[in-house]
């Protein structure tokens, strides 16, 4: 595969994704882990977890892709 639309391909993928982590996110109640009003450690925390799960989820569903490719061809 051409690696302009490897690169495409990659960058859309992690756009998909990262809102659908981003939300599942939020559904958790992570506060409770934290001190009480410790709001900016939170944000570090969902920030933090949600570029880490974005990555994970996104290279799986792109070595998916990339499996089936060459599969197929």
């Not at 595969?1 to 939020?26: A, C, D, G």
């Not at 792109?62 to 061809?73: A, G, Q, R, T």
Request: hydrophobic content about 60%.
């Amino acid at each position: 595969m051409e690696l302009k639309v490897r690169f495409i391909l990659q960058f859309v993928t992690y756009l998909f994704i990262l809102p659908i982590v981003w939300k599942s996110l939020m559904s958790l109640d992570v506060s409770k882990l934290f001190k009480k009003n410790h709001i900016y450690e939170v944000r570090a925390f969902y920030f933090v977890v949600t570029i880490a799960l974005t990555k994970l989820v996104a290279d799986f569903f792109i070595d998916l892709m990339y499996l089936v490719y060459n599969i197929m061809s």
